[in-house]
């Protein structure tokens, strides 16, 4: 039998080699722009962390600052008062002047006299 005796076989050529390595290289195009945009959200999500922490960092230093006249040094001695003037969330490791989470870190410069401390994320 051949193509001319019988038509289904005319119609049954399937893919080719060709289509078939294009199909695979726009799926892996679609799959690398998909990785870098996932990619860019983690390392955004870890700076807005840092930030929303070092806000609450401020404003734990006021706090302190109006209980007992005197800015903090350490993270250590917001987190330790009692009620706590900074909570620490879990994952977060405090050390005396850092804050480390997930892919980022807040540092605590204590400040001079009466100017109160800042606070850095990396």
Known sequence: MNAETNPAIA???????????????????????????????????????????????????????ANTGSWPTTFTAMTSTSPKELEVPSGVTVNSTTLVGSGWTLTLTPGAGSVGPTFACS
């Open 11 to 65: 119609n049954d050529r399937g893919f080719t080699l060709v289509e078939i390595l294009v199909a695979i290289v726009v799926a892996g195009i679609l799959a690398a722009v998909a990785i870098i945009g996932i990619a860019s959200l983690t390392d955004s999500g870890g700076d807005s962390a840092c930030e929303a922490s070092r806000d609450a960092a401020k404003t734990a230093a006021t706090v302190h600052y």
